[in-house]
Structure formats: C-alpha cells, structure tokens
C-alpha cells in the first residue's frame, strides 16, 4: 500500500468501456478502502477485493465509510461512485465522468438548446420506450397521456403474469416501508435504475441537467435515460421479487435487477441509445473527438477547431 500515490493515472485507451463493465455493486455498513487497483469492502465477515476498473456504479449504502485512496482509484477509473439511502432508496451524490471528450455534451447541449430539437429527442425517446406506437407529430401533452396509459397497462400486465395484487402506484418519499410490496420493489429498481442511468450519462461526459422529457432537475437527463428501460427491465423485476414474498424487497429486487441488467448487457444498449439519440457519430465530432481522446482544442472563427497549448499570436488559422 506504500507505493499506491507513485501509480500515474490511467489514460481513456487504458480504461475498460463503460458498456462491458457490471452493472451496478451494492454495499452497506462496511469500510471500503484500496488494495493495488483494487478496492475492498470489509466488514464483520473480512474482506472482499473488487476490481476497480470492473465496476459501472458503486452503490454506498448506510454504514459505509470510504477513503480518499479508494475514491482516487475510483475516480481514475471513472467508476460512478452513487451515495444512496436505506434500501437504496434516496440519491444524495454522485461522481466524475470516464470520458476525456466534451463531444457527447456539446452534441445534446445543442438539441436541448432549439425547442424544436429537443421535442424532437423527446418523440424519439417514447419510440424506443414504445416502439408500436408511433410520436411522430405528437404534442408533449399527448406523450404525456400516451405515457401514462403505457405504464398502467404494463402494471396490470405484470401484476397478472406474476399473481402480485396491484391498486395503484404509491410513492412515499420518507417511509420506504409505507408502500405494499410491489410499491416497495418498483420504489428500489427505479433508485438502482437511476443510479445506472446516472453513471452511464455521466461516464459519457454529459449533462445530468439537460432533459428532453423531464425538466427542471438536476437529474433531468438521468430520468429521461432511466426511464427508456422501465418497462422493460425495472418493473418486472420488482413484481418478480415481490411474487416470492415481502420480506427484503428492496434487495430481492437491486439482485433481480442486476441480473436482468447483465442479460440483456443494458450499459451497452444505453450507450447506444444516448449516443443515436443525440445524432452522435454522424458529425466531425464523432472522430474529431471521440471520447476515447484526450484531447483540447481551441474554438476560432467559421467553427474551426485548433490544437489548444500553442500561441496562434503570429499564426493565420483559415
């Protein structure tokens, strides 16, 4: 542990892609600390090693404590480091981005920018989220309806598959508890899904903020994202853990989850997704700056870009 602070950083060719990595890791009431590029999680029971550069998000539960050599080998790894509640219910914070670029984030800083552009990313958001109905032409308050009736129709769905009862969706911010089981287990994926979503968009090096659906939050763009595989992914889990009993939902269902998510290797497809969704890849951004580079470079006049760390005092750029 003496020569941890002589290791360099890693570079973006060194980093393992966002998408191959897993999911989302869970832990409470325990130290995490660091060994080699490796971080550990101890508690009562030992010690459990854990690849760093292996992690999508890392979960921190009540009860643990982090040090600042584990969040240094985090963060050069660009591993989502997300604080929540009991049950992983509340987000509190979240870190850093895995990507050098600022090409993801000028790219849907510009669609959110033109009314237009942006009601545009939103229909294309409820046609992979709805991929029957077509939103072309839609108004927002009419996606909104679509939505709504979308979500209640798979509520009953599920509810039916798994023989869980289902009244109606019920939210009870300061007591997790409150809700019946299947409220309890769509409460705890939607919180794992947004943890997700959030290191995913983040890793990209895109805004948090800039929603095309939601609006007015911090996290606007990580529910929007969250949001593309509810129905799909979130919802079913939590019926599936509430079908097998109520005890423990919320960590029968983050296991349900996470099993689902590696199936189907979500982290991949929400990469793609984001990256077609903003139109990334089908401008010079997508290779004049690819997320892999670390690269800066100087903004001139009829939007030319120069290598920046030079004086173009005595130098004629077009």
């Given at each position: 542990?003496?020569?941890?602070?002589?290791?360099?950083?890693?570079?973006?060719?060194?980093?393992?892609?966002?998408?191959?990595?897993?999911?989302?890791?869970?832990?409470?009431?325990?130290?995490?600390?660091?060994?080699?590029?490796?971080?550990?999680?101890?508690?009562?029971?030992?010690?459990?090693?854990?690849?760093?550069?292996?992690?999508?998000?890392?979960l921190l539960g009540p009860g643990t404590r982090i040090t600042h050599q584990a969040m240094a080998v985090l963060g050069d790894c660009?591993?989502?480091?997300?604080?929540?509640?009991?049950?992983?219910?509340?987000?509190?914070?979240?870190?850093?981005?895995?990507?050098?670029?600022?090409?993801?984030?000028?790219?849907?800083?510009?669609?959110?920018?033109?009314?237009?552009?942006?009601?545009?990313?939103?229909?294309?958001?409820y046609r992979l989220r709805f991929p029957d109905e077509d939103p072309a032409g839609r108004t927002r308050q009419e996606l909104l309806s679509m939505e709504g009736r979308r979500l209640k129709d798979c509520y009953r769905r599920e509810s039916a598959r798994?023989?869980?009862?289902?009244?109606?969706?019920?939210?009870?911010?300061?007591?997790?508890?409150?809700?019946?089981?299947?409220?309890?287990?769509?409460?705890?994926a939607a919180q794992c899904m947004y943890g997700i979503a959030h290191a995913?968009?983040?890793?990209?090096?895109?805004?948090?903020?800039?929603?095309?659906?939601?609006?007015?939050?911090?996290?606007?763009?990580?529910?929007?994202?969250?949001?593309?595989?509810?129905?799909?992914?979130a919802i079913p889990a939590a019926f599936d853990a509430a079908a097998e009993g109520p005890e423990d939902i919320a960590a029968r269902t983050r296991r349900a989850l996470r099993d689902r998510i590696n199936q189907t290797r979500l982290l991949d497809r929400c990469v793609d997704d984001i990256k077609t969704l903003l139109g990334y890849g089908s401008d010079r951004h997508s290779t004049d700056n690819s997320p892999s580079r670390d690269i800066v470079t100087l903004q001139s006049?009829?939007?030319?870009?120069?290598?920046?760390?030079?004086n173009y005092s005595d130098e004629i750029i077009w």
């Open positions: 542990m003496t020569t941890v602070s002589q290791r360099g950083s890693a570079s973006p060719h060194e980093l393992a892609r966002i998408g191959d990595r897993l999911s989302f890791i869970y832990l409470e009431r325990c130290t995490v600390h660091r060994d080699a590029n490796a971080i550990t999680a101890e508690d009562v029971e030992g010690v459990t090693h854990i690849p760093s550069a292996t992690i999508g998000t890392l660009g591993a989502g480091v997300v604080w929540v509640g009991e049950h992983g219910v509340r987000f509190y914070a979240g870190g850093r981005a895995l990507t050098r670029s600022s090409g993801l984030v000028e790219a849907q800083a510009t669609a959110w920018a033109n009314r237009r552009t942006r009601l545009d990313v939103a229909r294309a958001m798994t023989g869980v009862p289902w009244r109606r969706r019920e939210y009870h911010r300061d007591d997790f508890s409150a809700g019946d089981a299947p409220n309890q287990g769509v409460t705890a995913v968009v983040v890793a990209l090096g895109c805004s948090p903020g800039l929603g095309f659906v939601h609006s007015g939050h911090e996290r606007s763009f990580v529910l929007d994202v969250a949001d593309l595989y509810k129905t799909d992914l006049d009829h939007d030319t870009h120069v290598d920046g760390g030079r």
